[in-house]
C-alpha cells in the first residue's frame, strides 16, 4: 500500500459499504449481540445472527462475510462454527474469528485452536493479550479482559504468518499484519474500553469492511481507523460511558453519509 495515496485508498474501500450493502453472519455472543446488529445498520451493512445448526450452512454460503465470535460458548460452539468456517470457505466467503478469551480457559484455548486448523480464517482479530497468547508469547488475560501483552506488534506479524491470514490485536494502539508488513493505528478515545462489548463491534466493522471491498488488510486498516474517529466524535457528544455507545453508532453513520475524512498521523507503517 502506497502511503502517500493512502487518505484516497481509505476513503475507496470506506465508500465499498454504501455500493455493497454487504449481509455479514453473525455467530456471535449474546451479549454483544444487539450492539453489534446496531452497528451493523449504522453503517450500512445488513447484519443476520443465528446459532441455529440447521441452518449454518446455508447461511455461511449466502453471506458476504462470517463473523465468529467465542464470547459465550457452549458445548455445542465448536460443531456449529466449524461448519460455518467450511460452508464460507466452500464459496470463498471471507471468515473473521475473535478469540474472546483466549487463554482464559482451555477450552477457549483448544476451541480457538482447532478453528484455525480448518484453514478458511481470513482474520483473526483480538485484544493485545488474546493475539499475544496466540502467537506464544507470555501473556495474559483475566476473564475476558485483556491483560500483560508485551509486544503486540510482533504477536501479529507471528500469527498472520503462521495462519496465513490478517491479525489484529486492539489496545491503546491497535496493530495490524498481513505477514509481511505491520502496521499501527492510534487515535479514538478511553471510552471505547469503558463498556461492555466494545471489542466485539468492532469485529462487525472490520467484518463488514472487507465484505464490501474484499480487500481483507485495507479493510481492517479502515475498519480501525473509522471506529477510532468514530470515537472521537462521539466522545465529544456523550456525557460518559453510559451514553457514548448511542453516540459512537451516531458518529459510524454520520461517517457512512458523510465520507472518509483524512487520516492524519493515526496510521503507520512499522519497519521490521
Known amino acids: 500500500m502506497n502511503t502517500r495515496c493512502l487518505d484516497e485508498r481509505f476513503r475507496t474501500v470506506w465508500s465499498a459499504l454504501a455500493k455493497q450493502r454487504p ?26 445472527m443465528s446459532l441455529c445448526p440447521s441452518e449454518v450452512e446455508d ?6 462475510a462470517v463473523l465468529i465470535n467465542i464470547g459465550t460458548p457452549t458445548p455445542d460452539s465448536e460443531t456449529v462454527f466449524a461448519m460455518a468456517i467450511r460452508a464460507a470457505g466452500s464459496v470463498n466467503r471471507p471468515v473473521l474469528l475473535d478469540p474472546v478469551g483466549y487463554g482464559a480457559t482451555h477450552f477457549r484455548t483448544q476451541l480457538v485452536d482447532r478453528l484455525l486448523q480448518e484453514g478458511h480464517v481470513a482474520l483473526v482479530k483480538g485484544n493485545a493479550a488474546e493475539i499475544s497468547l496466540l502467537s506464544g508469547q507470555e501473556a495474559s488475560v483475566r476473564g475476558v479482559d485483556a491483560g500483560y501483552a508485551p509486544d503486540p506488534g510482533k504477536a501479529v506479524f507471528d500469527v498472520a504468518r503462521s495462519w496465513n491470514c490478517i491479525a489484529i490485536a486492539t489496545g491503546p494502539i491497535d496493530w495490524v499484519s498481513d505477514g509481511e508488513r505491520i502496521w499501527s ?3 479514538g478515545h478511553p471510552y471505547l474500553a469503558s463498556f461492555s462489548g466494545s471489542g466485539c463491534a468492532l469485529g462487525t466493522i472490520v467484518a463488514a469492511i472487507v465484505a464490501a471491498s474484499r480487500l481483507p488488510l485495507e479493510g481492517a486498516l479502515t475498519a480501525l481507523l473509522a471506529y477510532r474517529i468514530a470515537a472521537e466524535t462521539a466522545a465529544l457528544e456523550s456525557r460518559g460511558p453510559g451514553t457514548f455507545p448511542s453516540a459512537l453508532i ?23
Not at 451479549?31 to 443476520?48: C, D, H, R, T, Y
Not at 447461511?59 to 458476504?64: C, I, N, P
Not at 451516531?250 to 475524512?261: E, Y
Open 23 to 48: 449481509l455479514v453472519y453473525h455467530l456471535t455472543n449474546s451479549v454483544a449481540m444487539n450492539f453489534q446488529a446496531q452497528i451493523a445498520v449504522a453503517m450500512g451493512a445488513s447484519p443476520l
Open 59 to 64: 447461511l455461511a454460503k449466502t453471506a458476504d
Open 185 to 187: 493505528v492510534q487515535g
Open 250 to 272: 451516531d458518529a459510524l453513520h454520520c461517517l457512512t453519509q458523510q465520507g472518509f475524512p483524512p487520516v492524519g498521523e493515526r496510521v503507520r507503517e512499522i519497519i521490521l
